[in-house]
């Protein structure tokens, strides 16, 4: 069975940075690929970044240069380092995986960032 816990998000001021966490159990967590993404309020779910089975990236246009995913396979665990953030990252954040293709992946329950002063 496919688990997904996030970890990591809170309250934090604008140009500030957080990390969060995804760890992972019940399939082969190296094979898998692995997105994250989020929802506002109000707002439909999209794709913040995204890393494949082989370490390609994809980050979307509005996180380019502040936001870096990566995955730590001997530990099973995908990461989001955000920095630079800005009151328009606030979100529930969530992350994917479980499958080679990210759109037959599940998802965890996700975790609330918010960014303000």
């Known amino acids: 069975q496919v688990q997904l816990v996030e970890s990591g998000g809170g309250l934090v001021q604008p140009g500030g940075s957080l990390r969060l966490s995804c760890a992972a159990s019940?399939?082969?967590?190296?094979?898998?690929?692995m997105g994250w993404y989020r929802q506002a309020p109000g707002k439909e779910r999209e794709l913040v970044a995204s890393?494949?089975?082989?370490?390609?990236?994809t980050d979307a246009d509005s996180v380019k240069g502040r936001f870096a995913i990566s995955r730590d396979n001997a530990k099973n665990t995908m990461y989001l380092q955000m920095d630079s953030l800005r009151p328009e990252d606030t979100a529930v954040y969530y992350c994917?995986?479980?499958?080679?293709?990210?759109?037959?992946?599940?998802w965890g329950q996700g975790t609330q960032v918010t960014v303000s002063s």
């Open positions: 994917r995986g479980g499958s080679s293709l990210l759109s037959r992946g599940s």
């Open positions: 019940g399939f082969t967590f190296s094979r898998s690929a």
């Open positions: 890393i494949t089975s082989t370490g390609g990236i």
